[in-house]
């Protein structure tokens, strides 16, 4: 037992005489480095005047305080610009979507305009064509006609160049003219008008309510259903085969005779028009209106009858113009004519 104490102290002196020579290597060599770190060097700037020369005293822990710091700032600046670059890119990723997008809506609108392109050219030909069917002639500022203005020329436009927006300048064309066709579609509406008010001023439509009945004893030469003698028959006779249908005027003006024949027309009324031309519708069971009454295109004067030298129910109808009778067909066919015709356009 006494000689492992023995040994035991001499490893524990050993052990710490070890240790205290590690700890004044590791020490020395701190002290080293912290003396080479502190040591001082001179940095001489001699100008090549013959002016004052400028020693410049710095140590090794200066110089790597000052790495240090430009390497720390250098990492700042590129991380500062790294995360600018990613936003950036982002943005850009962005703005390259968005351009995509207008480009697809560009390239919609470029078909838009072509097809509105082709649906002007259908219009400037139908336009021409009632134009010319109506007799109106439209010239622009510069004298020529409507045919050979904004429109024609529209439709012969040159290509432009590469990148130019040619959709543009075709919009800019057909606004041209379009504006310019605002005057012949104006004489047109002027047109229609001032017939629509004559259609309304002279006998043209069918004097029976809702166009009902037939024509049942023509105008012209006939045979006399009373004397079997032929005579000039002044007026169109319309069955519905019954009493009581409503009877119109057929054309705007005023109410001049209302009276009553026994061995002719029974009850009739003569109406007044304007141009000269007068109505009379005759055998009504009744009337209801009075003379000197204005009355409308349209509008129930009376009502088909069997009163006067009459062998049935019906509407006898006479056109005079002036002291001239003229075939009441010939008015009544106005409007179907000018329907025909529209509808050829």
Known sequence: MHNYKRFENKVVQKMKRGAIRVIGSVGSFFKL????????????????????????????????????????????????????????????????????????????????????????????????????????????????????????????????????????????????????????????????????????????????????????????????PFTGQYYIHKGMDLSTYRQGDPIVASADGQIVTVDYDPGGFGNYIIIKHKHGFYTRYGHLLSVRVRTGQRIQQNEIIGYIGNTGLSTGPHLHYEVHIGSDVVDPQKYLNIRSSLARVQNRQ
Not at 116 to 130: H, N, Q, V
Not at 140 to 166: A, C, R, Y
Request: glycine share 8%; proline share 3%.
């Open 33 to 224: 480095i912290f003396r080479g770190l502190i040591k001082q060097y001179t940095v001489v700037l001699v100008p090549h005047s013959e002016k004052r020369v400028y020693n410049l005293h710095i140590n090794i822990l200066t110089i790597l305080c000052f790495v240090l710091t430009l390497v720390g700032l250098c990492m700042g600046v590129f991380y500062h610009g790294s995360l600018r670059l990613g936003g950036a890119s982002i943005t850009f990723s962005d703005k390259d979507n968005r351009l995509q997008a207008t480009q697809a809506s560009l390239d919609q609108i470029r078909d838009e305009t072509k097809k509105l392109m082709l649906k002007a050219k259908s219009f400037e030909s139908a336009l021409s064509s009632t134009l010319s069917s109506l007799g109106v002639d439209v010239t622009n500022s510069e004298g020529t006609s409507s045919q050979d203005s904004d429109l024609s020329s529209l439709f012969n436009i040159q290509e432009m160049p590469e990148g130019s927006m040619q959709e543009i300048n075709d919009l800019q064309q057909l606004s041209s003219y379009l504006e310019t066709a605002i005057k012949p579609i104006t004489e047109i509406g002027t047109l229609l008008n001032s017939q629509s008010a004559l259609l309304t001023e002279i006998p043209s439509i069918w004097p029976i309510k809702g166009g009902i009945g037939h024509v049942s004893f023509g105008f012209g030469q006939q045979k006399n």
